[in-house]
């Protein structure tokens, strides 16, 4: 199934993409939001199998993918981000939304309930929680603050698979759909990744920031997390301590594949699905 594709503004004029599947229904809509540098694309496969149900909304970021790109690497800091997110649902008229946020995508659905919490009714948290692993960040980082550079879809796939082997994409049809969702092909004819570098730099100075108390904006909402078993972004002893503060938190664990899951994995899918199916 594929997406439409709409363009909106943001407040300050920049261009949002964004992808819908489906149409309005009686159902709460899904608002699915990307990790750091990833595109409302990563949902497609989960939002096959939902759009039937309801509608199911992606986003592409400002400095990500198909959105535009800022003059200043400040407008990609995360407050900003989470206003275009409330912008976004104002002008697609969604008065409630289940968010499944991606890495940094759940923690912009933790702030989305802390500044309206009307407007979340429920929420997926995959491999993130309100602390974030300094190996895995220090991953992140390595990725995320340069621009990569491709001759063609394929070397970029071989890389990809090189670099992220904790990821759970077997064969090369998958990681082939991955590298097309990580680069795209510039006028020059090469690959080129599909984020602004700068991105990197909000990473820099948000390091140390308390996000427990945000963590807490979620108490009475069905929450899932999803984790990947060999995660070095949400480790086992975080979502040990997310539980403590909120006993009714749902897990689901994907053994083996670090961060982060993709979601329509065959051992948890079947699960994810039917968290979601069961919210209004």
Not at 28 to 46: E, I, M
Not at 115 to 124: D, G, I, Y
Request: neutral net charge.
């Amino acid at each position: 199934m594929s997406p439409r594709l709409v363009r909106l503004s943001a407040a300050d004029g920049l261009g949002l993409a964004v992808r819908l599947w489906g149409e309005p229904t009686g159902r709460t809509p899904l608002l699915c939001l990307p990790g750091l540098v990833r595109t409302g694309g990563d949902f497609a496969r989960l939002a096959a199998r939902h759009a039937t149900d309801r509608l199911v909304v992606a986003l592409d970021y400002v400095g990500r993918g198909l959105s535009d790109r800022a003059s200043d690497w400040r407008r990609y800091r995360p407050e900003r981000m989470l206003a275009d997110v409330l912008d976004l649902c104002a002008a697609l008229h969604l008065p409630r939304v289940v968010v499944i946020g991606t890495s940094m995508g759940g923690l912009l659905a933790m702030g989305m309930a802390a500044a309206r919490p009307r407007l979340v009714s429920a929420v997926l948290l995959n491999d993130i929680g309100p602390e974030v692993g300094s190996a895995g960040l220090a991953a992140v980082k390595a990725l995320v603050g340069r621009a990569h550079v491709f001759p063609s879809l394929e070397e970029a796939a071989a890389w990809l698979r090189l670099t992220l082997p904790w990821l759970s994409l077997a064969t090369a049809e998958e990681w082939r759909e991955f590298a097309a969702l990580t680069v795209a092909q510039a006028p020059d004819g090469t690959w080129r990744s599909v984020w602004d570098p700068r991105i990197v730099r909000t990473l820099e100075e948000g390091v140390g920031r308390d996000l427990w108390p945000l963590f807490g904006a979620l108490a009475h909402l069905p929450v899932l997390v999803v984790r990947g078993g060999a995660s070095d972004v949400l480790t086992e002893a975080t979502a040990r301590r997310m539980k403590e503060v909120k006993p009714d938190l749902e897990e689901i664990v994907l053994g083996g594949v670090g961060h982060a899951p993709t979601l329509s994995e065959p051992a948890i899918a079947p699960a994810v699905d039917a968290w979601i199916a069961a919210q209004p």
